[in-house]
């Protein structure tokens, strides 16, 4: 069958077979449950493919990526005057409006490529619920930069502003983005916009430094404690492991976890959780790491807190890989 008159996903089936199992196997992670079904039945049902059919497809992936990367750098316009240069005016609209769903450029797009320090430019002295809307449409990693730089009278409030945060209208939103002198993108057909929401706030609040994560869940239980008490629900924080079975321990402390960075974060640990990682590894690495507790002297509360978020970034990295399940429920200092 020749690729122009093949289905998408027998096309997709195709690309993957040319991939290889182990790049598949990458791919096949991003996708959902049904498409996984679809896609792995198609792959079965395909005995051969004739070279130029292969050929096809993989250029035409090709083509769709280069695509994308235009966009993201320059735009739909920018995209489709290169693409006509290189394809030919009828084939660019083609690969262009084979990208329709994803070329729905998101409000504050423009937010969404700058430094985070010069996105607090623009907005920290912004009211809390303008400076939650933008938040909003921004990476959890970028929100989570500018909301650790606000203000620390700002930064609980604006987390608030955010987790309540329902559907919000497009003439708001316009509105907010004329005011940062950018224009909201003519793709926008939708009449309303999810944004936000506790699920957001807690994305977040785990790519946040500790310290600021602190606050604003302190000052959150002090002003709503049903809030404060959701999104924490929905979080994971060093001592949650206290939460994980053994065999989750075990899989994590085997997973690059480094000895020097372990005992950093025991250090300042409650004895409960120490007794739980040591109790899950040898005796003899258990008393390895005790003696360089013992002797590294008192440590930095900061450097305390890094070393406990790098292995709570391993548990949800292995979590999100389906390794282990975690269970949800709920100035430095100087550590001796």
Same mark, same amino acid.
Not at 132 to 155: E, F, H, N, T, W
């Given at each position: ?23 598949? +196997?990458? @791919?096949?992670?991003? =996708?959902?449950? %049904? ?7 198609? &792959? *079965? #049902?395909?005995? /051969? ?94 929100? +989570?930069? @500018?909301?650790?730089? =606000?203000?620390? %009278? ?7 502003? &955010? *987790? #309540?945060?329902? /559907? ?94 372990? +005992? ?73």
């Amino acid at each position: 069958m020749a690729a122009a008159e093949l289905t998408g996903r027998e096309k997709a089936a195709i690309l993957l077979i040319t991939l290889g199992a182990e790049d598949s +196997a990458a @791919v096949f992670r991003h =996708l959902k449950e %049904d498409e996984i079904e679809s896609i792995t039945l198609e &792959i *079965a #049902n395909i005995n /051969s493919v004739m070279p130029e059919t292969k050929d096809k497809v993989v250029e035409e992936f090709y083509q769709l990526c280069l695509a994308q990367q235009y966009i993201t750098e320059g735009g739909i316009a920018y995209a489709r005057q290169i693409l006509e240069k290189a394809l030919g005016e009828a084939r660019a609209l083609e690969v262009i409006s084979k990208l329709t769903v994803s070329l729905q450029v998101r409000p504050f797009d423009f937010v969404r490529k700058t430094e985070a320090s010069q996105v607090l430019n623009f907005i920290q002295n912004e009211h809390p619920q303008t400076i939650a809307l933008i938040l909003s449409y921004l990476r959890p990693k970028q929100a +989570a930069d @500018v909301l650790s730089q =606000l203000g620390a %009278d700002k930064q609980a409030e604006v987390a608030k502003r &955010i *987790a #309540n945060m329902g /559907s919000t209208s497009p003439d708001v939103i316009k509105e907010v983005e004329k005011a940062l002198e950018k224009k909201l993108s003519t793709l926008m057909t939708e009449e309303y916009m999810d944004v936000g929401g506790v699920d957001y706030v807690v994305d977040i609040l785990n790519s946040i430094d500790r310290a600021t994560e602190k606050h604003i869940m302190e000052t959150l239980e002090n002003e709503d404690v049903e809030l404060a008490e959701e999104i924490r629900k929905k979080m994971f924080v060093f001592e949650d492991i206290l939460s994980l079975d053994n065999r989750s321990i075990q899989t994590v402390l085997r997973h690059d976890i480094d000895n020097k960075e372990l +005992a950093i974060a025991l250090k300042g640990a409650s004895e409960e959780v120490q007794n739980v990682i040591f109790s899950n590894m040898s005796k003899r690495l258990a008393a390895m790491i005790k003696e360089d507790m013992e002797y590294m002297g008192p440590v930095r509360r900061s450097d305390v807190d890094d070393a406990q978020q790098k292995i709570v970034n391993v548990i949800r990295r292995l979590q999100d890989t389906g390794e282990i399940i975690v269970s949800r429920g709920g100035g430095d200092e100087i550590i001796v």
